[in-house]
């Protein structure tokens, strides 16, 4: 009969002495800190470009630009993220709505997307400059 105790008591002591290792909550909204990879690589969270989230296509494009120009890298990829989901905003049926979208405003922020992947600046500018044109058109 002494077993049944020694088990309820490890049965709650375990939770407890789990609780009482976890680290303690961060401030809701903090973005987490840079994190190094055993490869030496640090990992930044992106930071957002200054515009409102209901900016058009054209505003988040030259918010990239701007800030490819500057060497904020992760802020231009977030822009130009930003910017394709505002071009991919549109009506269609339910059944074509896991078509992909052909718009060639959206194939050229992927393409401008896929340049400053393979570091090569000066493409990712052009790309951003031809899809700022396509966004501008009426």
Do not use: C, H, W
């Not at 609780?19 to 401030?27: A, E, H, I």
């Not at 990879?37 to 494009?61: H, Q």
């Amino acid at each position: 009969m002494r077993i049944l105790p020694a088990f309820a008591l490890l049965l709650f002591a375990i939770p407890a002495a789990a609780q009482t290792r976890s680290p303690p909550p961060g401030p809701l909204g903090s973005l987490p800190a840079p994190i190094t990879t055993r490869d030496g690589v640090v990992a930044v969270p992106y930071a957002a470009p200054n515009l409102d989230e209901d900016a058009p296509v054209g505003d988040f494009l030259r918010a990239a630009r701007q800030s490819l120009a500057a060497g904020r890298i992760t802020e231009a990829i977030e822009a130009m993220e930003r910017a394709e989901t505002r071009a991919l905003t549109r009506d269609v049926r339910p059944s074509r709505a896991g078509i992909p979208s052909d718009q060639s405003l959206v194939a050229t922020i992927g393409a401008a997307k896929q340049a400053l992947t393979a570091g090569d600046r000066l493409a990712t500018l052009g790309k951003i400059d031809e899809a700022l044109r396509l966004a501008d058109q009426p």
